[in-house]
């Protein structure tokens, strides 16, 4: 079974509007619901689990319900920060659960992920431990501890973007959770990052530039002309 957890906690502080990025209403429909509605039209997910802060979470549930989403069987409350909603998200799915089952773990802000990501994101986990989409850097990079002067040539060849979904086996993923301690998943800064210091083996697979996160009124404005086009 694939189970879904759909990241919708996040505040959108970058944004300066007046309600977090994925609530945003774009021809007449909140952005997660695009989000939401790929996985619920995607053959090869079963279930959905939405991490929604309290103060949202009726909001939530009543697009779930008007726009017909029917794999959603759960709400977990949002963390204090990203890792530990994903932490939440996990135990909500642990119920019913078995050890080979995949989780996938998605940003609401992240309207526009392919079929084809998501389905190489499942294999992904299910040959090896997990899977992550990335894209090339193409811009060189720079290492610098003070932002002042370069410490460190980095090879471009070598670096990639990380994009969601990124999916894992559950059972070796929740594990890692509970074995931790708080400090470290609050200092987790992307979903993989945990499982990879665990020796869980993470493939990458191809991600798109479409795929891109609503972070700021640019990317909203090029979702927008996406849409209307």
């Known amino acids: ?64 319900s008007k726009c017909g989403i029917s794999k959603v069987c759960g709400y977990a409350p949002a963390g204090r920060t990203r890792q530990h909603s994903i932490y939440n998200g996990l135990k909500c799915t642990e119920e019913n659960a078995s050890e080979t089952d995949v989780v996938i773990i998605h940003d609401a802000a992240r309207p526009l992920v392919s079929n084809k990501i998501i389905d190489d994101c499942i294999v992904g986990a299910t040959e090896d431990d997990g899977a992550m989409p990335v894209i090339s850097v193409k811009d060189t990079i720079y290492q610098s501890k003070d932002g002042k002067s370069i410490d460190n040539l980095l090879k471009r060849s070598e670096l990639f973007a990380g994009q969601a979904p990124e999916s894992f086996n559950f059972k070796k993923y929740l594990d890692i959770h509970n074995s931790v301690s708080d400090d470290e998943i609050a200092a987790t800064a992307g979903s993989s990052e945990i499982a990879y210091r665990h020796s869980m083996k993470i493939r990458l697979v191809e991600g798109s530039e479409r795929n891109f996160k609503i972070t700021t009124i640019e990317d909203l404005e090029t979702f927008e002309t996406i849409v209307n086009g």
């Open 1 to 64: 079974m694939n189970t879904a957890i759909i990241l919708a906690g996040g505040v959108g502080s970058r944004m300066g509007v007046d309600r977090p990025k994925q609530y945003l209403i774009v021809n007449e429909k909140p952005i997660i619901v695009y989000c939401l509605e790929i996985f619920e039209n995607h053959k090869n997910i079963d279930k959905i689990i939405i991490v929604v802060s309290d103060e949202w979470k009726d909001y939530v549930i009543e697009n779930v």
